[in-house]
């Protein structure tokens, strides 16, 4: 009788046990980001933009936002608070982004910054997704008969200084055994307007903004933009150092717009893949199956709302950039030979 | 003094001295804690690190591998450079347009004062940045540059003076040269046996010119080769249109300044000097514009104060002075802020105090002794 | 000074003929034109110069600006003359005067400079009594109005966010709340450096001559950078309030030295006349010396209000939204590219109204209150 009451009493402890272990994996998505909880009692998200570029970064005629960047600030909000306009958008110049990450006035600065060593040790920022990947391109005027960045010798450059362009010129300079002479600019209208006049042969700048520029040019048929990239310009988000968990879901979020595009999933058609979705890929994706969102400490829905909000990353490409005339080269899918891929979820 | 502080005032000053100095406490551990948190050091050791990049304009030599210490001379001298030409230029175009202000002529007078309040009325940045835009459309491109005689030739890269390459071993002529042109002012006013040298001091300068010219090797000129022109000591159109845009701004005020000194001055000096007999331009070289200097001079103090700092705006045009330079790239490579900033602060108080020293000598030298 | 007699040309180089008696209206216009235009040789010959430099640049100056350019339509294909593009102005004034303040709530912002120009005019006006009680509405009232209007949230009205401020009206305001600030400051140290107390005399005068020295771009540089590392860890001050600190304590110093100039025209006997009739020194300097000194340097001190309102324009280079900001925005625009011309040509005729206006008052002041000392009315 005793053996049976201890039996009793061992299977209740261990039941008991078990059920509280149980409950508290179960429950145990419990994520600690100060950033996030800071963004979710605010009710916004801040972001760090460029004051106006083309394709990256503007504001349209009614002063709405509109870009890749911006696309990425949205779904990060959309994810995070369950509404993509949620948004707080601070200009920064180039000389103050780093600046203003750092002292903590943004939540987050996707501003067409290039991921460098030197950023992530001596800045204390981490990276977020890597959402172009580009290098930096030269745009001269066709009627200067010039094919290559090499036959740039003893020319004169406008580029905007505070940025990795300055030194990049250089180096490439003495590797190459040419001069390229520099003028600095502060802010990039002067620059336009002083390759515009010709006082300089040409404009340099990462891929993306120099189609931009070119698209400000009075008569952009006029520029050529240079086949060669003469550095490594993978333009990403970056975070502060210190909050992992934040740092992860910036870098997610952008994976999740480039797996929406793997999957063939569009904005337009996220309704219905959801209703009849029964790929389990697809399904783990928005949120029918599996605990992806739990674990990165937003709810299951965040990668539908992602797509519901922004569409996936092809089509905000196309949306921003096709207008400029740049052809997606590097920031194709891999599946297409580019460099964009999303990793595995599982 | 009519009264004594009372002696609450004498202690509250220490107490106010003693919250300052808290406070500086309280700033200084933020910073390095806030330094710390970064993993960022406090060090001026970055002046020594190579700068690898490009400054366009230099008044003495400069390539990639130079430090930033080197970057911070080449910066300085080109500030010093504008601003020493925009104080020139802006007090000669002053003074004409102050005297024009004054003028008989009804037509003169209202043509410089709608100079005067178009110029004072719009801010300067626009200024200079209309300037630039305004400069660079006129010019034509290198293909077609205008050509000057003496093979000058100016197009939208900048002005071409041809270079003249000294002999090798004679470079000390060109040194003696300059120190000759310098050296003449000061001889004109030395006192030889009683008696003013005067204009005999001018045959220093052509001195100068023959040992320049005894010591040329060659002349370089500029011509087109490829992109830009090579050969020649380039002027280039930011440093013009940074000039005239500070010069053109500071010398709407100055003419307003030259403009009240001489209204300042009493009526009975204009009408002695038209007693005995000088007539307008005697009556205002000799008699009215050195009294009204002694006025003008504090003023004109501030004003050029004012010229040092707006070279500051270079910034936004491409030249690269020490605001450029310093606290652009060199702030965002270095990643330095607070040394930056402090050297460059330093460096605009001392170039003000030097400056405010040199008008200082200047007033006490032609001001008047009372007893 | 002595009285003109009448006939003689005011300046220098004034006529020394003997003015006859010329009769007659006509007669005398004629002879004050041969004297003013043609006194002399070298006045004919700078009369000629000046004309013909007139004939080269206003004829096609004038065409640019008025008689080839058009104003009308709503694009850029209305703008096919050779003359200045003003419809691309037009078109996009809103975005200078107000940047991007929600086009349903502008009126609010009108509102406000409205009652700006209500709670000036007793202040600036010469014959107001009871001057300071105006001065006390204009830094309280006005800026709790203020504040209600432009911000929102209360009373109905909709909230709008300081980052949708920009344009004109961002450099009023903070024009406007920079003198506010500076001028408390500035005659506070403008006393300090006349103190007898030696501590505060040298705190102030390596206040004014520090912040005299440093450009006005690197104030806004130290405000934008450096401040965020001074401030501790979790403490954040938005953007466009750290650059307004800096400029406060910036224009401090100038309004100082200002003051300081008037502080010296109050004739030792009023100070000694009341400390003898027993007021402390705050009531002193308080109710007998800065009346008279506001009173005589307020001209100078609008000139330092046009000088700060011109050099708002510099916030643009850290970033914020103001009129320089608009215009280079506008001109991104890929429906409006090429304008920059027109662009810059209208923010200078902007500025110069205003500062023209109040610069004009600020010398018409002057004249009011010099005078007494030439007795002519």
Request: glycine residues 16%; proline residues 5%.
């Given at each position: 009788m005793r053996s049976l009451l201890k039996l009793v009493a061992c299977c209740a402890v261990v039941a008991g046990m078990v059920g509280f272990v149980g409950e508290s994996v179960a429950q145990n998505y419990d994520v600690k980001s100060p950033t996030m909880d800071a963004i979710k009692k605010r009710g916004e998200l801040i972001c760090g933009v460029d004051t106006g570029i083309p394709g990256f970064a503007y504001q349209d005629a009614s002063g709405k936002w509109q870009g890749l960047d911006i696309a990425y600030c949205r779904a990060i909000a959309a994810a995070l608070?369950?509404?993509?306009?949620k948004v707080k958008y601070i200009g920064t110049t180039s000389k103050v982004r780093f600046s203003v990450l750092q002292s903590g006035e943004i939540d987050v600065l996707i501003r067409d910054s290039t991921q460098t060593l030197t950023r992530n040790t001596e800045l204390g920022l981490a990276f977020g997704g890597l959402n172009f990947f580009t290098g930096q391109a030269f745009m001269v005027k066709r009627?200067?008969?010039?094919?290559?960045?090499?036959?740039?010798?003893g020319a004169t450059i406008c580029v905007l200084t505070g940025t990795t362009l300055e030194l990049n010129i250089a180096d490439y300079g003495r590797a190459n055994n040419i001069k390229i002479n520099t003028l600095l600019f502060e802010r990039p209208e002067e620059a336009f307007a002083a390759a515009e006049a010709g006082r300089c042969d040409g404009y340099t700048d990462d891929g993306g903004s120099v189609a931009a520029a070119r698209s400000a040019?009075?008569?952009?048929?006029d520029w050529l933009i240079l086949?060669?990239?003469?550095?490594?310009?993978f333009l990403g988000a970056y975070t502060r150092q210190g909050d992992d968990r934040w740092t992860i879901l910036v870098r997610w979020v952008h994976h999740a717009m480039l797996e929406a595009e793997v999957l063939g999933i569009t904005q337009a058609n996220v309704d219905d893949i959801k209703k009849s979705a029964t790929n389990p890929e697809v399904r783990g994706f928005l949120g029918l199956e599996e605990n992806f969102g739990k674990k990165l400490?937003?709810?299951?829905?965040w990668a539908y709302r992602i797509v519901k909000a922004v569409g996936n990353y092809g089509e905000n490409y196309d949306k921003y950039f096709g207008p400029l005339e740049?052809?997606?080269?590097?920031?194709?899918l891999y599946t297409k030979g580019g460099l964009q891929y999303p990793l595995p979820w599982r | 003094m009519i009264r004594q502080p009372s002696r609450r005032a004498k202690i509250g000053q220490w107490l106010l001295l003693l919250a300052i100095v808290a406070g500086g406490w309280l700033i200084v551990e933020n910073v390095s804690e806030n330094l710390a948190r970064k993993n960022l050091h406090f060090g001026?050791?970055?002046?020594?690190?190579?700068?690898?990049f490009d400054i366009p304009f230099h008044l003495i030599s400069w390539t990639v591998f130079n430090t930033y210490g080197r970057a911070l001379l080449v910066s300085l001298l080109n500030t010093v450079l504008v601003s020493a030409l925009a104080i020139v230029t802006a007090s000669l175009l002053g003074l004409l347009v102050g005297v024009m202000r004054l003028s008989v002529n009804w037509l003169v007078r209202n043509i410089a004062l709608c100079y005067i309040e178009f110029v004072r009325n719009t801010p300067q940045l626009v200024q200079i940045i209309f300037w630039y835009v305004g400069v660079l459309q006129a010019l034509p491109s290198p293909r077609q540059s205008i050509v000057f005689p003496g093979g000058i030739l100016l197009n939208i890269r900048g002005l071409y003076i041809p270079d003249a390459v000294m002999n090798p071993g004679l470079e000390w002529l060109s040194w003696l040269a300059l120190a000759l042109v310098v050296a003449t002012p000061f001889v004109w006013r030395l006192r030889v046996r009683g008696e003013r040298i005067g204009s005999k001091a001018l045959l220093l300068p052509l001195l100068a010119v023959a040992c320049f010219a005894a010591g040329v090797d060659q002349v370089v000129y500029p011509e087109l080769k490829g992109f830009n022109l090579a050969g020649g000591t380039q002027v280039p159109p930011e440093l013009v249109a940074l000039w005239m845009g500070i010069a053109i701004y500071a010398s709407a005020f100055i003419a307003e300044i030259v403009r009240g000194s001489i209204e300042a001055i009493p009526k009975g000096q204009h009408e002695a000097a038209l007693s005995i007999g000088l007539h307008s331009w005697q009556r205002l070289a000799l008699v009215i514009l050195p009294q009204a200097l002694r006025i003008m001079v504090p003023q004109m103090t501030s004003q050029y104060l004012n010229i040092i700092k707006s070279s500051s705006l270079g910034a936004a045009i491409a030249y690269p002075e020490v605001f450029a330079i310093f606290t652009g790239t060199v702030l965002n490579q270095a990643n330095k802020e607070i040394e930056t900033i402090l050297i460059v602060v330093a460096i605009f108080v001392t170039l003000n105090l030097l400056t405010s020293m040199m008008m200082n000598w200047y007033n006490r030298r032609v001001a008047l002794v009372e007893r | 000074m002595t009285v003109q007699p009448e006939g003689y040309a005011p300046?220098?180089?004034?006529?020394d003929r003997a003015p006859d008696r010329i009769e007659g209206a006509i007669p005398r216009a004629i002879d004050w034109l041969r004297r003013s235009f043609f006194g002399s040789l070298g006045n004919t010959a700078l009369t000629l110069a000046v004309l013909g430099f007139l004939f080269l640049v206003l004829p096609p100056l004038i065409r640019w600006m008025v008689t080839d350019a058009t104003i009308s339509g709503?694009?850029?294909?209305?703008?096919?003359?050779?003359?200045?593009?003003w419809t691309f102005i037009r078109m996009r004034l809103p975005l200078f005067f107000y940047?991007?303040?929600p086009p349903e709530q502008v009126w609010r912002v009108d509102l406000t400079g409205v009652l700006l120009a209500a709670f000036s005019v007793p202040v600036l006006r010469?014959?107001?009594?009871?001057r300071g009680f105006w001065v006390l509405m204009l830094l309280t009232a006005f800026p709790a109005l203020a504040g209600i209007l432009l911000v929102?949230?209360?009373?109905g009205l909709p909230f709008v966010d300081t980052t949708q401020w920009g344009g004109l009206m961002l450099d009023v305001l903070v024009a406007f709340v920079v003198v506010a600030g500076s001028l408390p400051l500035g005659i506070l140290l403008a006393l300090g450096r006349r103190s007898e107390l030696i501590v505060v005399k040298t705190l102030s005068i390596c206040f004014i001559e520090l912040w005299r020295a440093v450009p006005l771009l690197a104030v806004l540089i130290i405000s934008a950078l450096m401040i965020p590392l001074f401030l501790p860890e979790g403490v954040h001050i938005d953007r466009l309030i750290r650059a307004l600190v800096g400029l406060i304590l910036f224009n401090a110093a100038y309004m100082a030295e200002t003051v300081r100039g008037g502080l010296q025209g109050v004739s030792m006997g009023q100070e000694e006349a009341a400390y003898s009739v027993g007021m402390p020194w705050w009531q002193v300097q308080v109710f007998v010396v800065l009346p008279q000194a506001l009173r005589h340097v307020m001209p100078g001190i609008v000139n330092n209000v046009v000088d700060l309102f011109k050099d708002t324009t510099l916030i643009t280079i850290i970033g914020l939204f103001d009129v320089l900001g608009a215009i280079n925005q506008a001109l991104k625009d890929p429906a409006w590219l090429g304008f920059a011309r027109e662009g810059y040509v209208f923010t200078m005729v902007m500025f110069f109204v205003c500062c023209f206006a109040m610069s004009t008052y600020a010398r018409r002041m002057e004249r009011r209150l010099n005078r007494h000392k030439t007795g002519r009315k």
């Open positions: 608070l369950g509404n993509p306009d009627s200067l008969n010039v094919a290559h960045v090499k036959e740039l010798n040019m009075k008569s952009p048929k086949p060669e990239l003469i550095s490594r310009e400490g937003v709810d299951n829905e740049l052809p997606r080269g590097w920031n194709e | 001026f050791g970055f002046l020594e690190q190579q700068s690898h | 300046g220098i180089g004034y006529d709503t694009t850029k294909a209305a703008c096919a003359g050779d003359g200045a593009c940047g991007h303040y010469d014959g107001t009594r009871r929102g949230g209360v009373l």
